[in-house]
């Protein structure tokens, strides 16, 4: 059974990089499937930021692309999320999932607890 | 980009009644539709995919019907653990997520 977990600094500054981890257990990250993340503001809906397939090949929320980077550690079983130049508005509940699916035509099961990154100075 | 919007925004009933939520998208998503739970402090479980594929462990109480632009989740009889925040989320192009229905206990 795969399982995510979220782990990373709650509190960022804006104009900072925002950096968080996702570690899977029950699966080897580099034998298959994408990773993603997903994130959602407090009392709002959710938002898909991006995923990357195991091979490497990334996808990207259009609207986020251009501040967004998610790669792989295969040797420590784990994905990440770096958001770049963050304002308040990327105050969030950050969760990672496993996206299943094609390409960018993913549904995402399962999902990890999830993390709030609160960006303020 | 997709919108999907859902309805109601609310909806009260007593455990045991059929619950029918909807989600309607702005242009076709053909089957490419999914549904999820949330319930405070947890993070979403995927119910059903493109539109009617209930997910692993998932009760049969819980289906899903429709295809290109309006979808419908139906709880066939409530149970107490079911209330919740559910959200439909589309696959066809890129991926965006509905505003959510709350189901709460009336």
């Known amino acids: 059974q795969v399982q995510l977990q979220e782990s990373g600094p709650g509190l960022v500054k804006p104009s900072e990089t925002l950096s968080l981890t996702c570690a899977v257990s029950?699966?080897?990250?580099?034998?298959?499937?994408?990773w993603g993340w997903i994130r959602q503001p407090p009392g709002k809906g959710l938002e898909w930021i991006g995923h990357v397939y195991h091979s490497g090949s990334t996808y990207y929320n259009p609207s986020l692309k251009s501040r967004v980077a998610i790669s792989l550690d295969t040797s420590k079983n784990q994905f990440s999320l770096k958001l770049s130049s963050v304002t308040a508005a990327d105050t969030a509940v950050y969760y990672c999932?496993?996206?299943?699916?094609?390409?960018?035509?993913?549904?995402?099961?399962?999902w990890g607890q999830g993390t709030l990154v609160t960006v303020s100075s | 980009e997709i919108v999907l919007t859902q309805s109601p925004a609310t909806l009260s009933l007593f455990p045991g009644e059929r619950a029918t939520l909807s989600c309607r998208a702005s242009?076709?998503?053909?089957?490419?539709l999914a549904w999820y739970q949330q319930k405070p402090g947890q993070a979403p479980r995927l119910l059903i995919h493109d539109a009617s594929n209930r997910a692993t462990g998932i009760p049969a109480r819980f289906s899903g019907s429709g295809s290109g632009t309006d979808f419908t989740l139906t709880i066939s009889s409530l149970e107490p653990e079911d209330f919740a925040v559910y959200y439909c989320?589309?696959?066809?192009?890129?991926?965006?997520f509905g505003q959510g229905t709350r189901l709460e206990i009336k």
């Open positions: 029950g699966y080897s990250i580099g034998s298959g499937y994408y």
């Open positions: 242009q076709s998503v053909s089957i490419y």
């Open positions: 989320q589309q696959r066809s192009n890129w991926s965006t």
């Open positions: 999932a496993r996206p299943l699916g094609d390409y960018v035509r993913v549904w995402f099961d399962p």
